[in-house]
């Protein structure tokens, strides 16, 4: 009988497993022509005190624009229970890839599997909090900066993260002092302090163990990891009038698995004495319909980008320079929605202008006006 995961009170067992084979990855979407693009293998730890090595697999696109792909190279980690495809999604990448979105605008991508998902290590469950993948995501911008991944050292890494990669990049950048290891810039999609409690309880109760699940039965993972029921995506991740259901139905093939540690730890995020401590520009971009982070009837609107930064500004201090975007008619998985591709100008288009187009005309905060 399955178990839901909103129901689980015991302790996640450890087990000794390090490193899997990737039965339960699947290829990156075509890569951009425009870009030169190779896989990548990072090692890393968890913490400070546990030495235990880790492979966080991803792709590097490389672009050679002076102004942007040279420089600038945007690092993107996935939600809860996805990998490197919901930025790379293999279905008419043109409309709904972010890959090819800051290709074609010039940008360096780094798309990675988080520890746990795709092509990485699956550590024991209970290693895999939001305090750990911030960890390792600290150690990937300082390898970026250093030219460590694929040869090329970055001046500026844009973390760009959806769901709990954004809430795993928020904590990174405001809990590391030392500014070579945090991002310059923050792109968050599907990620707000309050969400909606009905889509919230629905999704919870969508989560079973993943060794229930025919797509993992016989993956060997490790005790403690959860994935979601079959046919639940639609109903938790979309607003089904704006998404095709032949994306639905490639991401219900395409889902991956979470862990209780990552849901349980994600509540440190939320608090505006971890948020209020954020000293880089932050571009808060979220679907006008998505369910898990809006409610109309309860005040949490998200209608316009001027409500979104009306509920979030009290959550942050004015070196974030907060910036909001509201994808009409988009549910929480915004990339794989029809208007994927409009809020990915529009994140270009306001890191063109504090990277490229204004850099000189920043106010004493480090701010731009919202473009």
Known sequence: MRRAVSSVVATLVATTIVELAPQTAHAEGTDP????????????????????VYTISGRLCLRDESLRGS???????????????YFNISYQPNTYSHVYA??????????????????SSKPPADKLTVQAHAYTIEQIIRKLRSGAIGGRAFTNVVGVG??????????????VTDPVGVPDYLV????????????????????????????????GLPSGYYTTLPGSRGPNFYNATNAEAVMINLDESLKQTGTLAERQTLGAVRSSTITLNIQVPVLLSVGQNDDLQCDEAAGLSCATAAAVVARESPFYSAKACLTA???????????????ARESYNYSHTWLDSYTV?????????GCLPAP
Not at 102 to 119: E, H, K, M, P, W
Not at 200 to 215: F, I, K, N, R, T
Request: charged letters at 10%; aromatic letters at 8%.
């Open 325 to 339: 975007y509201s994808v009409i008619g988009s549910g929480h998985s915004v990339n794989l929605h029809y208007k």
């Open 188 to 219: 968050l999609s599907g990620w707000l302090h309050d969400g909606g409690t009905t889509a919230l309880v629905l999704l919870a109760d969508s989560l079973y163990e993943a060794s229930l699940d025919p797509a993992f039965a016989s993956a």
């Open 102 to 119: 800051a290709t074609s605008n010039g940008y360096s991508t780094f798309n990675i599997d988080r520890l746990g998902v795709g092509f």
């Open 71 to 85: 420089k600038t190279v945007e690092l993107m980690v996935s939600g809860l229970t996805y990998d490197h495809n």
């Open 162 to 175: 959806h769901s709990l990669g954004a809430g795993v990049l928020q904590y990174l950048a405001a809990t």
């Open 357 to 365: 187009n204004n850099v000189n005309n920043k106010d004493a905060n």
């Open 33 to 52: 022509s425009w870009a030169s693009c190779t896989q990548q293998n990072v090692s890393v730890t968890t913490s400070a005190t546990d030495a235990t």
